[in-house]
């Protein structure tokens, strides 16, 4: 076995059996860096991965509603169009970012793990709720001591 590949864990596969990517419907979306890499402790490497977050040519007709980047990991607030799944979306967030940040830094292999966790919003909920507890994440870190101190988030509410 090829131990510098990450695999899932066992049954990850079969989590998304009989899931469903709705067009317009809101996913929060989180996913790690390779083995938990803090690779975005690193001021130019953040903002190589920030500039993918927002593009229409990664987004398609997808939107981003609110994200932060994190140390290792990330969080996505999006809401689906029309042409894209979910996965496609996530995929391609993952690509254009990876690429831009091997330009970046001159190097190669994996930036992001191969899995991710997503959960499906109901009409119901508050997006706005989820937006902050999303953008929060570095204050409840304890990486700064107020939202605004933190460079690498954005939300379409401001």
């Not at 076995?1 to 864990?9: K, N």
């Not at 969080?75 to 970046?104: C, N, P, T, Y």
């Amino acid at each position: 076995m090829d131990r510098t590949r990450q695999s899932p864990r066992p049954g990850h596969h079969a989590l998304r059996k009989g899931r469903h990517s709705l067009p317009g419907h809101i996913y929060h979306v989180t996913t790690s860096t390779w083995a938990r890499m803090p690779r975005f402790l690193d001021h130019q490497v953040a903002w190589t991965a920030c500039r993918c977050f927002e593009g229409a040519t990664v987004l398609g007709d997808a939107r981003m509603l609110a994200w932060v980047l994190m140390p290792d990991h990330v969080h996505w607030l999006l809401q689906l169009g029309q042409r894209r799944s979910l996965s496609e979306v996530v995929h391609m967030l993952k690509a254009f970012s990876a690429r831009d940040i091997h330009r970046e830094e001159g190097g190669c292999g994996p930036v992001w793990s191969r899995a991710y966790h997503d959960r499906a919003l109901r009409r119901d909920e508050d997006i706005l709720a989820v937006a902050r507890y999303i953008i929060a994440n570095p204050l409840r870190a304890g990486l700064v001591q107020r939202v605004g101190d933190y460079p690498y988030w954005n939300a379409t509410w401001l």
